[in-house]
């Protein structure tokens, strides 16, 4: 999730994700993307998904970090979001290697793109991104949840996410253009 779109996405549901943490009265910090340095929440966190890259709070199972864009070591490539049962100071951030994989409770791939006539080859992109994760964590003999975000959703894509979802390869998944599945997943990922 390196384009336009993608970043688009990415501040999306990170508006969604902070407004779910705050009607839950439940506080966040947040890393910037700039100085990597953890900031508190405060009462006007207006913009601030323009410079993040991370958020952290604390439910009732424990601490979580959500990350984003982050090189998980046993699939040695780029993970859209990668959610952690660990504060945001126990996890070394530049460090992807440290990682203790059973930290891990999901990883979800977000596309932004908005074309319909590509939504299939985002799928498929997506896709073989999400199969990457599943077959790699699959040979160590750990399944976290795998989720996926998009924003163009075909009719024929639409069946086989469902068609996932009925059969547990997928845990969840949200159509970006859809406020109740944004504000359903966002919900998931802070309850998890």
């Keep these: 999730m390196r384009n336009i779109g993608g970043v688009l996405?990415?501040?999306?549901?990170?508006?969604?994700?902070?407004a779910t943490l705050s009607i839950a009265g439940t506080k966040y910090s947040w890393q910037d993307s700039r100085s990597k340095k953890w900031l508190?929440?405060?009462?006007?966190?207006?913009?601030?998904?323009?410079?993040?890259?991370?958020?952290?709070?604390e439910n009732k199972l424990g601490k979580r970090t959500l990350i984003y864009n982050l090189t998980v070591p046993i699939i040695n490539s780029n993970v859209d979001l990668c959610l952690f049962n660990m504060a945001s100071?126990?996890?070394?951030?530049?460090?992807?290697t440290e990682?203790?994989?059973?930290?891990?409770?999901?990883?979800?791939?977000?596309?932004?793109?908005?074309?319909?006539?590509?939504?299939?080859?985002?799928?498929?992109t997506a896709q073989a991104a999400l199969n990457r994760m599943r077959q790699a964590l699959y040979q160590v003999g750990y399944s976290p949840y795998i989720f996926f975000v998009g924003a163009a959703i075909?009719?024929?894509?639409?069946?086989?996410?469902?068609?996932?979802?009925?059969?547990g390869t997928l845990h969840n998944a949200a159509n970006l253009n859809q406020e109740n599945q944004v504000a359903s997943i966002s919900r998931w990922l802070c309850d998890l």
């Design 89 to 96: 100071t126990e996890l070394v951030i530049n460090k992807s």
């Design 99 to 124: 990682i203790n994989l059973q930290s891990i409770l999901a990883l979800g791939e977000l596309k932004g793109g908005i074309d319909p006539a590509g939504a299939d080859e985002h799928w498929k």
């Design 9 to 18: 996405a990415q501040r999306k549901l990170t508006r969604a994700i902070l």
């Design 40 to 57: 508190y929440m405060t009462n006007n966190d207006t913009e601030i998904e323009l410079y993040l890259r991370g958020i952290s709070w």
């Design 154 to 167: 075909a009719t024929r894509m639409a069946a086989e996410i469902w068609e996932q979802l009925e059969n």
